[in-house]
Every structure is written in C-alpha cells, then in structure tokens.
C-alpha cells in the first residue's frame, strides 16, 4: 500500500510570494496534519484537518492556511513567505478519535527554501 | 501548554557502548512515540508506548515508559554506526476536536568506531 505523498519534493522561493504544498494520505486515512520543521529543531504541529474541516491549528500566523478535499488530499497555502518560513514541510496521515490519538504516519517531506 | 524535554541534546558515543535517552513531559497523555530522523529525511517511527509500564525493543534500541513520573526513555545497547541519526520522543495531545504530537527537540546521536 502506498504511503503518506507529498509534492513537490523541493521548492525553492522569494520572500513576499506565496506556495502551496500537496499531501495525498494513506487510504482509509481521513485525517490530515502538518507539521514544520526547522533545522535543527523538533517539528511543530500547524494544522489538523479531519473530514474537510480544521480541527486544530498550532500557534502560526494568518499567513498559513490549509485546506482538504473530498478525497482527504490537504493542501497546505503560505502567503507573504519569509525567510523564517524556510522548513521541512511534514504531512501526516493517521484515523480520528476524539478520545485518543493515533499513530501518526509521516510523508516524505517538502524542503521549502526562501531566498 | 504541553512541554516535552529531551536530553542529551547530543551524544557522541563508540560502537559497542550503551547509553539511554531522556524525554520528560509535562502532561497527562495517552501515547508516547519515538521517531528516528535521518538528515534531510522524513520521520521513520520506531516505538508506540500506551501505557505505564510499557516496554518495546526492537534491535539495540528498547523503549519504555513510566507515565506517573512523565518519563519515558530510549536505550541503546552496543551502539553501532547504523544507528547514527536524530532521535525524537513525541508526545499526544488530545484536544476533544484534534490530535496532535508534540515533539522533543531532539537527540542527535553519533556514534563513532
């Protein structure tokens, strides 16, 4: 079975734009989450989408936006980029319960660079 | 607001030796996990623990987990160069409407002939 996809693999960008980035989840998964990544940090939760809707959002700014389709693929969007904005993008497929987490499972990433 | 703590931040070890990694927490959580990350890679996970008491190996790594001191740790047995990679503890979070991991700043291991 496939895993957790993510597109692009690389990107590269100017400050002021703006970027999307695409996760494609296991199947069966409706749950969508991303996370950043900082070098040389520990990822930090951004997002959690669940059945189209937003049901958690970490402490990031209006310029990070999201999005999931009736297919549970999620779209994340960062307007007005800037160079702290430069990251490993994480998408994370994982089931739903609102009494407990389940396991999480991580895509391959998105390096996104601002120059 | 949950805190997770790992240390060593870093650690130089030889093939052969043992050492445990450290991750404290500030609350209450059903699962605890343990990550490994190449560099430029993605997360590959290690270890699921749910409950206290819960002990899981795999190789030369073992996790366990002691939930009433909000501790759980990560120990290498007879280090080999393979296992030279940042390690992440993460801890769930269960909001009533999300769930989310929230990380340790990771332990970067390197181990040396």
């Known amino acids: 079975d496939a895993g957790v996809t993510q597109s692009p693999t690389h990107l590269i960008k100017t400050r002021g734009q703006q970027v999307t980035l695409r996760c494609s989840p296991i199947s069966g998964h409706k749950s969508v989450s991303w996370y950043q990544q900082v070098l040389g940090q520990g990822p930090q939760f951004i997002f959690q989408y669940y059945e189209k809707e937003e049901r958690g959002r970490g402490n990031f700014p209006d310029r990070f936006s999201a999005r999931q389709f009736p297919n549970y693929s999620s779209e994340l969007n960062v307007n007005a980029l800037l160079l702290g904005d430069s990251a490993l993008y994480l998408c994370?497929?994982?089931?739903?319960?609102?009494?407990?987490?389940?396991?999480?499972?991580f895509g391959p990433g998105t390096r996104l660079t601002v120059t | 607001e949950l805190k997770v703590e790992q240390n060593p931040l870093f650690l130089s070890m030889q093939e052969g030796k043992n050492y445990t990694i450290y991750c404290n927490y500030s609350t209450t959580s059903d699962r605890l996990y343990w990550y490994r990350q190449d560099p430029g890679k993605s997360l590959e996970s290690l270890f699921v623990?749910?409950?206290?008491?819960a002990v899981k190996q795999e190789g030369r790594l073992m996790a366990s987990l002691d939930t009433k001191a909000r501790l759980s740790t990560l120990h290498i047995t007879a280090a080999v160069h393979d296992l030279s990679a940042t390690y992440f503890c993460a801890v769930g979070a269960n909001t009533g409407t999300a769930s989310k991991l929230t990380f340790g700043t990771g332990t970067r291991l390197q181990v040396t002939l």
């Open positions: 994370a497929s994982s089931l739903l319960s609102l009494t407990k987490t389940y396991e999480q499972y």
């Open positions: 623990l749910l409950s206290n008491g």
